[in-house]
């Protein structure tokens, strides 16, 4: 039966990445293969000299996230908060700065793959802080601001569920 609950999961999460635009798709199978070690960036994503640059900028904006995995706060308690929120919203701050993620959803969708599922309930807020800090343009901090859903702000809880659904680089898709 968990079999069969993974495959609709699945399904529904391929469904929200579809929904994502093409410059999001592209960025979060990107970020994944950078984030999760998955295979060698430069190779797979880099275009160009520019290309190179940033996905050189993303590693090193990436450094923490391992660090991030091991401090996600179980108890809530602020001290814990204070770090780990600390290191989550300068590494988010960078991925919105890079203006490809568009709204709350596929920053979720991307950060809960990066971390895992138990990062679920920081994500609004380090997207918040993110979103709102002065790096980001006034009008792309309004529009990132107000993706976010009151039912996302205001969630009474999150699933532990960890996610079926890993976007990977397709080359014929990838060439657009």
């Not at 199978?29 to 295979?39: E, T």
Request: with cysteine; aromatic share 10%; glycine share 4%.
């Amino acid at each position: 039966m968990a079999t069969v609950g993974n495959a609709c999961m699945a399904i529904s999460e391929m469904r929200e990445f579809a929904g994502f635009t093409p410059a999001e798709q592209r960025y979060i199978k990107l970020s994944l293969d950078i984030g999760l070690g998955r295979s060698d960036a430069f190779k797979l994503w880099a275009r160009d000299e520019a290309e190179n640059a940033a996905i050189r900028r993303q590693y090193v904006a990436y450094q923490d996230l391992k660090t991030l995995r091991d401090m996600i706060p179980a108890d809530h308690s602020m001290g814990d908060t204070e770090a780990f929120v600390g290191k989550l919203v300068r590494t988010a701050a960078f991925d919105l700065r890079q203006d490809r993620i568009a709204s709350f959803s596929a920053f979720r969708f991307l950060y809960e793959r990066l971390l895992g599922a138990e990062a679920r309930p920081w994500l609004p807020a380090a997207f918040c802080a993110a979103a709102a800090l002065p790096q980001i343009r006034p009008q792309r901090r309004k529009v990132l601001l107000q993706s976010l859903s009151e039912s996302a702000a205001t969630a009474p809880g999150w699933s532990d569920d960890a996610p079926n659904f890993y976007p990977e680089y397709v080359e014929e898709a990838e060439l657009v």
